[in-house]
C-alpha cells in the first residue's frame, strides 16, 4: 500500500523504524546495515525528515541519532498508516473484541523494533480463549498476507516478561 503513494523504498523503511516504535532511535551507519542501502540515499531521507520535523536528532557520542518526534501534528496519523500498512490495526481489533478477558497485547519481534519481515509477533496478556484464537489468526494471516505468531500469557506470567519496553511495544490496553 505504501509503495503506491511512496515511490522511494528508503522512505518507508525509515517511516516503518521510526513511526512502528517511537521509542526506537537509529544512526545512519547503522540504518546503512539494517537496511541494505546507501548511506547517501538514507543520509538524504533523514535530512529530509528532520528538517519537516517529523525526526529529532541528538548526539551519543560521536554518533548522530535519529528519533521520531512524538510532538509534530502529524506523528500520530503517520503511525496509524504504518500500522495500517502492516496490517496490525486490523488484528488487533477483530482478535481482541472477541477473544475473552484480554488485558494487554503487545507486539514483539522484528516489528516492534521496526523492521518489516512480513511476520506479526503478538503477545496477548488474560484469559484468553485458544482455540478460537487460533482461528481468528488463521483468518486474520489469510486477509492480511502476513504470518502471524503470537504467545498468551496469563497476568502473573506478563509481569516478569513485558518490564523489557525494548522487546515488547503495547498496542492495546484495555
Given at each position: 500500500?505504501?509503495?503506491?503513494?511512496?515511490?522511494?523504498?528508503?522512505?518507508i523503511?525509515?517511516?516503518?523504524?521510526?513511526?512502528?516504535n517511537?521509542r526506537?532511535?537509529?544512526?545512519?551507519?547503522?540504518?546503512?546495515?539494517?537496511?541494505?542501502?546507501?548511506?547517501?540515499?538514507?543520509?538524504?531521507?533523514?535530512?529530509?525528515?528532520?528538517?519537516?520535523?517529523?525526526?529529532?536528532?541528538?548526539?551519543?557520542?560521536?554518533?548522530?541519532?535519529?528519533?521520531?518526534?512524538?510532538?509534530?501534528?502529524?506523528?500520530?496519523?503517520?503511525?496509524?498508516?504504518?500500522?495500517?500498512?502492516?496490517?496490525?490495526?486490523?488484528?488487533?481489533?477483530?482478535?481482541?473484541?472477541?477473544?475473552?478477558?484480554?488485558?494487554?497485547?503487545?507486539?514483539?519481534?522484528?516489528?516492534?523494533?521496526?523492521?518489516?519481515?512480513?511476520?506479526?509477533?503478538?503477545?496477548?496478556?488474560?484469559?484468553?480463549?485458544?482455540?478460537?484464537?487460533g482461528?481468528?489468526?488463521?483468518?486474520?494471516?489469510?486477509?492480511?498476507?502476513?504470518?502471524?505468531?503470537y504467545?498468551?500469557?496469563?497476568?502473573?506470567?506478563?509481569?516478569?516478561i513485558?518490564?523489557?519496553?525494548?522487546?515488547?511495544?503495547?498496542?492495546?490496553?484495555?
Open positions: 500500500m505504501l509503495d503506491a503513494l511512496i515511490s522511494s523504498k528508503t522512505r523503511k525509515l517511516l516503518l523504524k521510526f513511526f512502528l517511537p526506537s532511535s537509529a544512526y545512519l551507519r547503522g540504518l546503512e546495515s539494517e537496511f541494505g542501502e546507501s548511506s547517501n540515499a538514507i543520509r538524504l531521507e533523514l535530512n529530509r525528515f528532520e528538517s519537516a520535523g517529523l525526526l529529532n536528532s541528538f548526539s551519543n557520542g560521536n554518533k548522530r541519532m535519529f528519533k521520531a518526534n512524538p510532538k509534530h501534528p502529524l506523528f500520530m496519523e503517520l503511525r496509524n498508516i504504518v500500522l495500517k500498512h502492516l496490517g496490525v490495526d486490523r488484528i488487533i481489533e477483530e482478535v481482541v473484541s472477541r477473544l475473552g478477558d484480554v488485558n494487554r497485547v503487545y507486539l514483539t519481534g522484528d516489528l516492534a523494533l521496526g523492521k518489516d519481515t512480513g511476520i506479526i509477533d503478538l503477545v496477548l496478556v488474560g484469559d484468553v480463549n485458544r482455540e478460537y484464537l482461528n481468528l489468526v488463521t483468518k486474520a494471516e489469510a486477509l492480511l498476507d502476513r504470518k502471524i505468531r504467545l498468551v500469557y496469563n497476568l502473573e506470567e506478563a509481569s516478569e513485558t518490564n523489557n519496553t525494548d522487546k515488547y511495544l503495547l498496542i492495546w490496553n484495555e
